[in-house]
């Protein structure tokens, strides 16, 4: 009964985002704003909005969340760069995921290798002399980092606009960001995943739901085996533990066809999903143990 009210909400959240991000109209993109605070800004008749002597027209003003966001990128007469965290934050490496931590010394100012910039730029000091710098590193489907010391293909340059090229494709601001790794030595980017769009396809409705439907009668079953003492026999538990990892893996299956997870988490439910907990002579000889612990 609980796991049939979790999918009736997931289902319900998944339509409510929907229709939000199909009703909400923005004036530009949320990695590409900022936000406006209540009580940081002064507004006109007219609807516009002065914010840190920075007047925005109405047409460039879009809420998000009870947020109001105002489009930096189109008021200022220099183009726009995401540095990935705050001004006294680094990113922190690790196996699979880029965090900011806080530094308890100043930084250097934010300027890539001589390579790794342009001719045009070359002669930057800071990037905020040639860029206005937004502070974020929000990327909805997750994020990879380019490693141009391991693989030739992740070597980018910085262009004049904002935009960032790499050996094989061109970056627009929104799609990465860029800051001090943790040693302070070397530039790291951080580029957001692009999900691949898919057509929706009448297969893609009724799998998740033939799932759900499959999950309840695997319920029924193991309610059945489990309420039923003459059925709690070696035959019995063996059954239950197969009925129970099929419905847990059923869970993820429809789970994943309507929440993002992240990367780390993905890599979890594939292995559950897709291998057997224990092998088959693992299996056996657990499943005999707890029969003869129930016996006793």
Same mark, same amino acid.
């Given at each position: 009964?609980?796991?049939?009210?979790?999918?009736?909400?997931?289902?319900? %959240?998944?339509?409510?985002?929907?229709?939000?991000?199909?009703?909400?109209?923005?004036?530009?993109?949320?990695?590409?704003?900022?936000?406006?605070?209540?009580?940081?800004?002064?507004?006109?008749?007219?609807?516009?909005?002065?914010?840190? /002597?920075? *007047? !925005?027209?109405? #047409?460039?003003?879009?809420?998000?969340?009870?947020?109001?966001?105002?489009?930096?990128?189109?008021?200022?007469?220099?183009?726009?760069?995401?540095?990935?965290?705050? #001004? #006294?934050?680094?990113?922190?490496?690790?196996?699979?995921?880029?965090?900011?931590?806080?530094?308890?010394?100043?930084?250097?100012?934010?300027?890539?290798?001589?390579?790794?910039?342009?001719?045009?730029?070359?002669?930057?000091?800071?990037?905020?002399?040639?860029?206005?710098?937004?502070?974020?590193?929000?990327?909805?489907?997750?994020?990879?980092?380019?490693?141009?010391?391991?693989?030739?293909?992740?070597?980018?340059?910085?262009?004049?606009?904002?935009?960032?090229?790499?050996?094989?494709?061109?970056?627009?601001?929104?799609?990465?960001?860029? #800051?001090?790794?943790?040693?302070?030595? /070397?530039?790291?980017?951080?580029?957001?995943?692009?999900?691949?769009?898919?057509?929706?396809?009448?297969?893609?409705?009724?799998?998740?739901?033939?799932?759900?439907?499959?999950?309840?009668?695997?319920?029924?079953?193991?309610?059945?085996?489990?309420?039923?003492?003459? *059925?709690?026999?070696? !035959?019995?538990?063996?059954?239950?533990? !197969?009925?129970?990892? *099929?419905?847990?893996? !059923?869970?993820?299956?429809?789970?994943? +066809?309507?929440?993002?997870?992240?990367?780390?988490?993905?890599?979890?439910? %594939?292995?559950?999903?897709?291998?057997?907990?224990?092998? +088959?002579?693992?299996?056996?000889?657990?499943?005999?143990?707890?029969?003869?612990?129930?016996?006793?």
């Amino acid at each position: 009964m609980i796991l049939i009210v979790v999918f009736c909400t997931l289902l319900i %959240d998944y339509w409510q985002l929907t229709t939000a991000t199909e009703n909400n109209t923005q004036s530009c993109q949320l990695s590409l704003s900022i936000p406006l605070p209540h009580g940081e800004f002064q507004q006109f008749s007219n609807g516009s909005l002065l914010h840190q /002597n920075i *007047l !925005y027209h109405p #047409d460039y003003l879009w809420n998000y969340s009870n947020t109001l966001y105002g489009c930096i990128c189109q008021h200022q007469r220099k183009p726009c760069i995401r540095k990935c965290c705050k #001004d #006294d934050e680094v990113l922190y490496e690790t196996f699979l995921l880029s965090e900011c931590i806080k530094v308890n010394r100043s930084l250097p100012h934010l300027l890539p290798l001589n390579h790794q910039l342009v001719d045009e730029l070359k002669h930057l000091k800071n990037l905020s002399h040639h860029f206005y710098l937004i502070q974020n590193k929000i990327c909805p489907s997750g994020m990879y980092r380019l490693e141009p010391e391991l693989y030739e293909e992740d070597n980018f340059v910085l262009l004049p606009n904002g935009s960032l090229q790499t050996l094989d494709r061109l970056l627009p601001q929104s799609q990465y960001c860029i #800051d001090w790794q943790e040693n302070l030595k /070397n530039i790291s980017v951080l580029v957001c995943h692009q999900p691949e769009k898919e057509d929706i396809l009448p297969q893609t409705v009724i799998y998740p739901i033939g799932l759900i439907i499959s999950i309840l009668f695997l319920l029924a079953t193991l309610t059945v085996y489990a309420v039923i003492p003459e *059925l709690r026999n070696l !035959y019995g538990i063996t059954l239950m533990c !197969y009925v129970g990892c *099929l419905t847990a893996a !059923y869970c993820f299956l429809v789970s994943e +066809r309507f929440i993002y997870h992240g990367h780390v988490l993905c890599i979890v439910i %594939d292995y559950v999903t897709t291998h057997n907990v224990i092998n +088959r002579k693992h299996k056996s000889l657990s499943t005999l143990m707890i029969y003869q612990y129930i016996k006793t």
